[in-house]
């Protein structure tokens, strides 16, 4: 079971302030502490499963719900601006290394949150502090890009308007298995909701790293990287997963393509509940010193 706390407070303006939660899976001894980034529309409780059987092996887990996300401030799907959500990992990991002094750090993001932890990889304050990161699905590139208009309103919105949010419809029935993604569209903390600036941030910070231009003071591109995408992954799209990994140090890198997995990779398939995947990235984990 996890434990929440107020990781923050922040000071602002209507729904520009209030507390940032955060989520902690604990155990005595801990020999790794891995520090987990969530998706959009979803919040950290979702990693319950995943949390616990890293807990069997000694591994320790702390997340927090995104601005914008779950048990946290902000308008639902406003998660923005980015250096402002890089300022919040700081402090998470800030959290985990204070929790467990000594003890090797790793930083997973999934979908949004893996776009954000290749971002925080190279402009992250604190990105030479995390002994290895772990990223799935990464919002890269999407099997169905926006439409023209659509991308020139996030554009111009997230400049004008910038909370200004769109339906992302995401159909849970390609997450993955559905007794692992469990009541997704009844869960009150689910949303369907991205604003603009997210957007605009997210595609922005996309482009950027696949074309190798995202440039930052804090490079931690020299740990190593596990990253995983499922071949049946119908949101994110493979093709720039697999140009990150080109574009990566070979030496450093571990790439996995999964046949039969979904988009929410850690939630297995049709024909997996995604535990296979866990341990595999458990594995992974635990091989770091």
């Known amino acids: 079971m996890f434990r929440e706390f107020n990781l923050k407070e922040v000071t602002g303006k209507g729904q520009d302030k209030g507390i940032i939660i955060?989520?902690?899976w604990s155990v005595e001894a801990a020999e790794k502490v891995v520090v987990i980034i969530h998706g959009i529309g979803?919040?950290?409780?979702?990693?319950?499963?995943?949390?616990?059987?890293?807990?069997?092996k000694n591994i320790a887990v702390l997340s927090?719900?995104?601005?914008?996300?779950?048990?946290s401030f902000g308008k639902r799907g406003h998660t923005a601006p980015r250096q402002e959500i890089l300022k919040d990992i700081d402090d998470l990991i800030i959290y985990a290394l204070e929790a467990y002094?000594?003890?090797?750090?790793?930083?997973?993001?999934?979908?949004?949150?893996?776009?954000?932890?290749?971002?925080?990889?190279?402009?992250?304050?604190?990105?030479?502090?995390?002994?290895?990161?772990?990223?799935?699905?990464?919002?890269?590139?999407?099997?169905?890009?926006?439409?023209k208009p659509l991308g020139l309103a996030a554009l111009v919105l997230s400049k004008?308007?910038?909370?200004?949010?769109?339906?992302?419809?995401?159909?849970?029935?390609?997450?993955?298995?559905p007794k692992s993604v469990g009541e997704y569209k009844k869960d009150p903390l689910v949303h369907g909701k991205i604003s603009a600036e997210t957007a605009q941030d997210g595609f922005t910070t996309?482009?950027?790293l696949e074309e190798v231009k995202l440039q930052g003071d804090f490079n931690g591109k020299g740990k190593p990287i596990l990253l995983i995408h499922g071949k049946e992954d119908k949101l994110c799209s493979i093709q720039g997963t697999r140009a990150i990994a080109k574009n990566d140090d070979a030496k450093l890198?571990?790439?996995?393509?999964?046949?039969?997995?979904?988009h929410e990779v850690h939630?297995?398939?049709?024909?997996?509940?995604?535990?296979?995947?866990?341990?595999?990235?458990?594995?992974?984990?635990?091989?770091?010193d």
């Open 42 to 56: 979803e919040y950290a409780g979702r990693y319950d499963r995943l949390a616990n059987i890293f807990n069997e």
């Open 160 to 177: 004008l308007g910038p909370s200004t949010t769109f339906e992302s419809k995401i159909d849970s029935s390609v997450l993955g298995n």
């Open 206 to 208: 996309a482009r950027m």
């Open 101 to 147: 002094p000594g003890v090797p750090l790793i930083l997973y993001g999934h979908s949004m949150g893996g776009n954000m932890v290749l971002d925080y990889r190279i402009r992250g304050l604190l990105a030479n502090r995390p002994s290895a990161f772990v990223v799935t699905a990464p919002w890269v590139r999407l099997v169905k890009p926006l439409s």
């Open 267 to 288: 939630n297995g398939g049709i024909d997996s509940d995604g535990t296979e995947v866990i341990l595999r990235i458990r594995d992974f984990v635990a091989s770091i």
């Open 22 to 24: 955060g989520y902690h």
């Open 253 to 262: 890198m571990t790439y996995l393509e999964l046949e039969g997995i979904y």
């Open 64 to 71: 927090m719900d995104l601005r914008g996300h779950g048990k």
